[in-house]
Nanobody, 123 residues
Framework: QVQLVESGGGLVQAGGSLRLSCAAS????????MGWFRQVPGKEREFVGA????????DYTDFVKGRFTISRDNAKNTVYLQMNNLKPEDTAVYYC????????????????WGQGTQVTVSS
């Protein structure tokens, strides 16, 4: 069992930055690919990016490439999402997830989810 807790959300102006954190319980954090998704009311939860469990390689969806960066600190059981040059359309609840899959770019392969953190970008 893995428990995930996100933090770092808030209100920021367009062009600003935020860093989200996701702290995981348990001693097997390094065995999981960690991903970030986001969701707005009435829409499906969509993939933002992920960092693979062994290689540390990252995958991103096109609309955040060059603006968002995912990193992980296995010693702290934490994954981060650095978001720069934020846009109003980035407004959403951001969720982190843990997956046993090596490549995890779709929601269905995630085994555990956090409760989400709200990010609001004003224009």
């Amino acid at each position: 069992q893995v428990q995930l807790v996100e933090s770092g959300g808030g209100l920021v102006q367009a062009g600003g930055s935020l860093r989200l954190s996701c702290a995981a319980s348990g001693r097997t954090f390094s065995l999981y690919t960690m991903g970030w998704f986001r969701q707005v009311p009435g829409k499906e939860r969509e993939f933002v990016g992920a960092i693979r469990r062994s290689s540390g390689n990252t995958d991103y969806t096109d609309f955040v490439k060059g603006r968002f960066t995912i990193s992980r600190d296995n010693a702290k059981n934490t994954v981060y999402l650095q978001m720069n040059n934020l846009k109003p359309e980035d407004t959403a609840v951001y969720y982190c997830g843990a997956s046993t899959a090596f490549v995890a770019t779709i929601r269905s392969v995630y085994n555990y989810w956090g409760q989400g953190t709200q990010v609001t970008v004003s224009s």
